[in-house]
């Protein structure tokens, strides 16, 4: 049977919810006929407006944390949508963790998410050490992280949700090989450490199949006006290369504006893909080629692998490490096939 | 007096946190030599492993619920970041509850308020009718609304930290008026339908008090793509208004790039503003003109009005009310003074 809410009442009894709240606290500033009405529909509906806190006094809210560094909000809002709209699908409450430069480091949120008793956790594979995930194993927090690969999973009682950011690059590397292109560069990305590294170790092990080395790991810098800056500096005196492989929208653009302002035209004297899709790479001109992931799936079926873990942890025992998908998107910023 | 940390001790003992963990709780797999200097350390330290548990049941966590669209994530990750970072230093607790179309509604969103008994809210004022800031504050939860100004502001107890759109607009229109431009535009944005509201009614009060009627609100369409096929197919026919306000950076990139599709030049035939700054207005060419807020410090300020209420609400009590500046930002798309 339905619970019945507040709302059930209001529309019984035909006035605002307000007004329902007013009655049921007694207030004097409701005309009596009106109050009348109210307790009807209350009683004929058989609403209990203290039975919520009597309720949860007795039965457990089940709360997931959701940790995730603040830089990234902007970049994971589908992600978290997704892992967002599950957790109310199924009625848990979600504590919001953050961590940022400066105020709350990653040992302040362990500690306080220890202390808050949660039932789980979502973590956001981008600044955890496999220590600190230990730590939180070893407090027995069922944990799902999501984004990358854990490199090496030491502990027991995770899931993880990910892109295989390592065979990403690896098979990309390998299809531009296969045009005969060699010059290849991969812009550093200080936001995600480890897709960083998982997409490098992808482009290193392309190169390495064919016995050359990778040299152009190369670092602009953090924001799209220095890595702006930095290239319309740098073009004065270099070409680019053949391929240009940035993580995030802003180094592409950044690349993509001074490429147009130093007469370099593309996708002909020099191409650029971006990992991680965005509608931005869609407003440019030329429109920015990437990859696409299904972000929000990836927050749902994140969120949905804790819940089962919460409630019965041995049927999805085997079935904790979940790959997710991609295509490429080809736009205009590269050469079609 | 600091309180002692599982930090502190694995520094003491000059062992990781997993170690200090395994130790208390009796893993064996820790060598004997490093338990005993475990032990050791958490002695001379006086670490009770077991006081942050005794302590919280009895001593109140305070929580404090954000309510957002989930929309909006992307663009108020600033706001959001400042709002976590006030939290944090006060050490309070952060529910996270969205609104999204289908699955949470915000009748689902106050009820799950209710329910969870928390200390405060933050409200983002998107979508948020009168009614239900009434409910919540019959149920006497202190709030702070966090974006525009509350219209019609009936309820006692509500903080609110905002932009006055309504002024902006309107002293916006009145410059470009004594440029002698009143052929203008102001482009509809459907996910913030209270700072719309404010922005009409601005450009409507310049318009009017000049003894003229503004009829050029209008609706392109909510994403960028589907403005954008609008805009090129409206071109074939129309030519753009002398002055087009878009309140984000997506609607203002699309009228952008249907300009230069159809050969209008920005800013001499035609200037644009988008009212939200961004950075990608900075890496569109021409760079897009905006306003700037300090959104990072509306999160930051909002939370910390919040805290101060919940601690001496008489303290505030004449001071709930706080208003955020703002400042033109002159790029390429319009012409300078």
């Known amino acids: 049977m339905k619970r019945i809410t507040i709302y059930d009442v209001a529309k019984e009894a035909d006035v ?12 004097n500033v409701v005309r009596e006929d009106t109050r009348i009405r109210v307790q009807e529909a209350i009683e004929k509906l058989g609403y209990k407006p203290n039975a919520i806190a009597q ?32 957790a ?14 400066g105020i709350s480091k990653m040992q302040d949120v362990i500690e306080s998410i220890i202390k808050s008793r949660v039932d789980g956790v979502i973590l956001f594979n981008d600044n955890f050490s496999e220590e600190e995930l230990e730590v939180l194993h070893l407090y027995q927090i069922p944990m799902v992280v999501v984004g990358s690969k854990i490199e090496d999973k030491k502990v027991g009682n995770v899931g993880n949700v990910y892109v295989d950011f390592e065979k990403l690059a690896y098979e990309l590397v390998n299809e531009y090989f296969e045009k005969g292109i060699t010059d290849i560069s991969l812009v550093e990305d200080k936001l995600n450490l480890s897709m960083m590294s998982q997409l490098r170790h ?16 190369v670092s602009y810098d953090e924001t799209y006006r220095s890595s702006y800056d930095f290239l319309s500096e740098y073009f004065k005196t270099h070409k680019p ?43 440019m001109r030329p429109t920015i080629s990437s990859f696409n992931f299904p972000d929000y799936d990836m927050g749902a079926i ?19 490490d979940i790959e997710i998908g991609y295509t490429f998107i080809q736009r205009q910023t590269t050469q079609p096939e």
């Open 302 to 320: 994140a969120m949905r692998l804790l819940t089962k873990m919460l409630v019965n942890d041995d049927e999805v025992k085997d079935n904790k």
């Open 16 to 27: 605002s919810l307000a007004t329902v709240s007013r009655v049921i606290n007694d207030s």
């Open 88 to 101: 109310k699908i199924y009625n848990y409450n979600i504590m919001l963790h953050t961590t940022s430069k």
């Open 202 to 217: 992808g482009v290193e092990r392309a190169f390495k199949e064919k016995g050359m080395e990778f040299k152009k790991y």
């Open 55 to 86: 309720g949860l006094a007795l039965s457990k809210t089940t709360t997931i944390s959701i940790v995730m560094s603040e830089k990234l909000f902007a970049y994971n809002a589908k992600i978290l949508n997704g892992l967002m709209d599950v």
């Open 241 to 283: 290369s053949e391929l240009v492989i940035t993580f995030r929208d802003s180094q592409a653009i950044a690349f993509l504006n001074a490429c147009n302002e130093a007469h370099y035209q593309i996708p002909q004297d020099t191409q650029v893909i971006s990992i991680l899709d965005d509608k931005y790479l869609r407003m």
